[in-house]
């Protein structure tokens, strides 16, 4: 996708119709690694094809793991086993994810070779020593530029020795990288967090085999297990899902259908905030799909009111906040968000690129460091700059749909990083938005 490319949202709507949302993105980073640690051949289905779970796959393949793609949605993983992958030629490029940044510093600081990770312009901005810090204090070495951010330069070799470690801030990408560094430490790895957050790494090493346990806001293992090959089944992602859930209820008429979304409740704090303001979200057949709690959510339009939301639900819904921000620009009283400092060091700086985009298409939003408070109204025309940012572009290809006049959402690329195909979906779905160059 060139990068002159922009969409055009237009009003649209009512969104009708069965929806099938592509692969959760922190799952299937975590497929992918796990399998290719494990012992023999594990089997992946859906896959996200995403740019940046598909980054991670080539690393892996570059660390000498054979992985096949039988169609789009399968990756088939010859595990070589923890001690099995080989030094790298190249440096290994993550991409856009800060996942798959933060985990590999884990992996790779406890493997006998040397290893560099860079990433896209977004990523080369996004802090590394809220990991690479604990990691120093296993025995890791590795040096970040002089502000803490990547490229990360990985001195293998290392003899790393368990934690107990008390999070600062509540960040699942954290804690897996500690726990994959403790899979090679001596002793035990504890690690504490402020807040629970997704347990994606704790639930799936123990399906490779791995005794770790988790009781809430922990987990612990010990070092020098190995992981045996599984199948993994990827449920459909909450949040990308998220756009449809806020597009549905904001517009007038619709109904959706959104097939067997993966609901870990680390996950899926949206709900509970689009409820508190009034949303009309149904669960149906619940399931349990790869050991992950899936069902079909089915949303009607409602009129939504602001809310104050909560803070403890901020973990639970941290990549959601752009997707709020546009219900509650379509509610009828203001919402506040607070406690999300978070918001600031993720793809882009979103407390920022929200409340500025809001206001170019009319609204006021009061900006503090932690949060924002929006205030709803009609939505105008204009132009928004996504930043890179993969949920800015897709929050205003929903806010488009409420606007009088055209939004126009520069710099899109960044969409196929967890949402390929959202424009194709989101326009059968009944949305105005087309590709422009
Ligand atoms: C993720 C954890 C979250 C989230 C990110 C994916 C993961 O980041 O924002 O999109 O897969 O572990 P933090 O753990 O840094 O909050």
New binding site residues.
């Given amino acids: 996708m060139s990068s002159s490319q922009h969409w055009i949202a237009t009003a649209g709507g009512p969104l009708q119709g069965t929806l099938s949302i592509p692969g959760d993105?922190?799952v299937s980073?975590?497929a992918v690694m796990f399998a290719a640690l494990a012992d023999g051949v594990s089997r992946i289905e859906g896959f996200l094809e995403g740019e940046d779970t598909r980054a991670t796959a080539a690393i892996f393949q570059q660390l000498g793991v054979r992985i096949e793609t039988p169609t789009p949605s399968q990756r088939i993983v010859h595990g070589v086993g923890v001690d099995g992958l080989r030094a790298p030629t190249g440096d290994l490029d993550c991409g856009n994810a800060?996942?798959g940044m933060?985990?590999l510093a884990g992996l790779l600081a406890a493997q006998p070779f040397d290893s560099v990770l860079v990433g896209d312009e977004s990523l080369s901005r996004r802090p590394m020593r809220r990991v690479t810090g604990p990691l120093a204090r296993m025995g890791a070495r590795i040096q970040t530029e002089a502000d803490g951010t990547p490229p990360l330069r990985v001195q293998g070799g290392q003899a790393l020795t368990g934690i107990d470690y008390e999070l600062p801030?509540?960040?699942?990408?954290?804690?897996?990288a500690l726990l994959l560094a403790g899979l090679y430490a001596t002793g035990e790895t504890r690690i504490r967090e402020p807040h629970p957050?997704?347990d994606?790494?704790e639930r799936m090493l123990r399906a490779f085999g791995v005794e770790i346990d988790f009781p809430p806001g922990e987990a612990r293992l010990a070092g020098g297990q190995r992981l045996r090959a599984t199948d993994i089944v990827v449920p459909a992602d909450f949040?990308s899902a998220a756009f449809f859930l806020v597009a549905a209820s904001i517009i007038p008429g619709s109904g959706l259908r959104l097939q067997r979304v993966g609901l870990n409740p680390r996950r899926t704090g949206l709900l509970a905030a689009l409820r508190l303001m009034g949303a009309d979200i149904v669960e149906e057949n619940h399931a349990s799909q790869g050991g992950e709690p899936v069902a079909d959510l089915v949303v009607r339009h409602a009129p939504l009111h602001g809310a104050e939301i909560p803070e403890e639900l901020v973990?639970d819904m941290?990549?959601e906040f752009p997707a709020l921000f546009i219900a509650a620009a379509a509610a009828s009283s203001p919402t506040v968000v607070s406690g999300a400092a978070?918001l600031r060091v993720?793809e882009s700086d979103r407390l920022a690129a929200m409340s500025a985009g809001l206001r170019t298409l009319g609204l006021r939003v009061d900006e503090t460091p932690d949060g924002a408070t929006i205030f709803p109204g009609q939505l105008g025309a204009g132009t928004i700059e996504s930043h890179g940012d993969h949920r800015i572009a897709m929050s205003f290809a929903v806010a488009g749909q409420l606007a009088r006049g055209e939004v126009r959402i520069n710099d899109i690329a960044n969409v196929a990083t967890s949402f390929p195909g959202f424009d194709a979906l989101a326009t059968g779905a009944g949305f105005g938005l087309s590709v422009r160059d």
């Fill in positions: 993105k922190s980073h975590r800060g996942t933060r985990l801030v509540a960040s699942a990408q954290v804690k897996s957050t997704r994606y790494t949040s973990p941290i990549d978070e993720k």
